[in-house]
Each structure stands twice: as structure tokens, then as C-alpha cells.
């Protein structure tokens, strides 16, 4: 579904970290308009700057909290979304607590801002997306989603849920011009490993997702990468 070159990528969780990766290759390969959204103003203004030192173009930007229904509702209604021909579901965080130590808080909101929110967005956005001759939906999921770790319980189960919804949602758009993508990560470093006593060139590059994102967005209208894992070329930690 290769998205046409008017149409817009939209990029969550941009502020910093993967996203911010991922809106930097895009920003370098593709001809097309960014749309960076993300809670932190500041950090969505920075990465703006740096895609505009890359193409010379200016991101659009949207400060928005997805977790909160109104405030995507408003979004969306307001049509500032409406050339998106690409949509790049990664924001989400990671909760590194055993599952023997989650309480049923953490669960809810690992759900809210690993699952729900992304739900919540692409649903509002399908009506755009299937209005467009070809685009794409891809969501940043994990490798906790193909299989639990009790070091990271409320973690895992958000992304299973997450990973479900992309399946049957995958199924239901056969027949659209719609492409769904499952990118699933291993350990890829990024802000979520600040703090810690990590070799960076121990996990993947999240350059590289960025480049594999930004690709997707190329591919013709025959072809849908349903799923694909990206991990550490030794494995995981």
C-alpha cells in the first residue's frame, strides 16, 4: 500500500525515544508531510527541528494525551488529521515490574496507554484512511505480545491485547485500501533504557525501525507485511 506522496504520515509518541527515531527516517526517506503527536509539547517541538534539519520541511505537530477520549475526539474532529494517509501507532510505555508484583491499577493502565489508546485513535481514523486510494496503519507492538514474561506482567498483557486488535483488524480490512502492520520488537534501545547499565550496541538500533517503518509506507497496493519481529542481532537480554 504504497501511501500517496500528499498524504500524511502520522507518527504517536514522537516526543522522544522510538518515535522520535522513527519520525527521523521517515522525515529522510519519504517525500510526504509528517504529523508528530505526543504529550510533551517541548519534546515534540525538538524533534520537529530535528526532521526540519533533515528535509527542510516542518512537521505538523499535536499535542495530545491519547489516553484521553475528549481530547482525541476534538482532534480528530477538527480535520487537522485529514490528509493522513499513514498512521503510526507507537506510543506506549513500558512497565518493568513482575507480574507477581502488578496491581490491578497497573494492569489498567498499561491497558489504557498500551492498548486502548491506540484502539481508540484508529478507530476514530478509519473513515480518513479508507477514504484515501491506499494507506496504512501500523502499530509498534512487542515480543511480550507473542509470548508473556513474568518480569514485565501488566507490560505483556497490554500487549497482547494490543496484538488481538491488530489481528481481527487486519481481517476486517481485506477489502479496503487500508494496509495493517505488526512491527514487534525485541529490546531496542531507546529512552525507556535511561538509567540503566545497558551497552547500547547490545540491543537493536531503533534507526533501524524507523527505516523499516518508513518502508512499509512504500509498498505497493498488492502487498501487506502483516507482521514482522525485529530483535537484537544476539537476542534479547
Not at 19 to 46: F, M, Q, T, V, Y
Not at 113 to 139: C, G, H, W, Y
Request: proline content about 4%; some cysteine.
Amino acid at each position: 500500500m504504497a501511501v500517496p506522496k500528499d498524504s500524511s504520515v502520522l507518527i504517536t509518541g514522537a516526543s522522544r525515544g522510538i518515535g522520535r527515531s522513527i519520525a527521523l527516517e521517515c522525515a529522510r526517506l519519504l517525500p510526504n508531510p509528517l504529523i508528530l503527536l505526543a504529550r510533551d509539547g517541548a519534546g515534540l517541538s525538538e524533534t520537529a527541528q530535528l526532521c526540519f534539519e533533515i528535509s527542510g520541511k516542518r512537521p505538523q505537530t499535536e499535542c495530545c494525551d491519547l489516553t484521553k477520549a475528549d481530547e482525541v475526539e476534538a482532534l480528530v474532529q477538527s480535520g487537522r488529521l485529514n490528509q493522513c494517509g499513514a498512521l503510526i501507532n507507537n506510543a506506549g510505555y513500558f512497565l518493568p515490574k513482575p507480574v507477581d508484583e502488578c496491581t490491578i491499577p497497573d494492569y489498567v493502565r498499561q491497558f489504557e496507554v498500551n492498548a486502548l489508546s491506540a484502539i481508540r485513535l484508529t478507530q476514530l481514523m478509519m473513515q480518513i484512511l479508507e477514504d484515501k486510494p491506499e494507506s496504512r496503519i501500523v502499530f509498534i507492538c512487542s515480543v511480550t505480545a507473542q509470548k508473556g514474561q513474568a518480569r514485565c506482567g501488566a507490560y505483556s498483557v497490554s500487549k497482547h491485547a494490543l496484538n488481538g486488535y491488530i489481528q481481527s483488524l487486519r481481517e476486517a480490512t481485506f477489502e479496503t485500501s487500508v494496509g495493517v502492520t505488526s512491527v514487534i520488537l525485541g529490546q531496542t534501545f531507546s529512552t525507556s533504557w535511561d538509567g540503566l547499565d545497558v551497552d547500547p550496541h547490545r540491543l537493536a538500533d531503533a534507526a533501524d525501525v524507523g527505516r523499516v517503518v518508513a518502508t512499509l509506507c512504500t509498498l505497493s497496493s498488492r502487498t501487506c507485511v502483516e507482521e514482522m519481529v525485529i530483535r537484537p542481532q544476539k537476542g534479547d537480554l
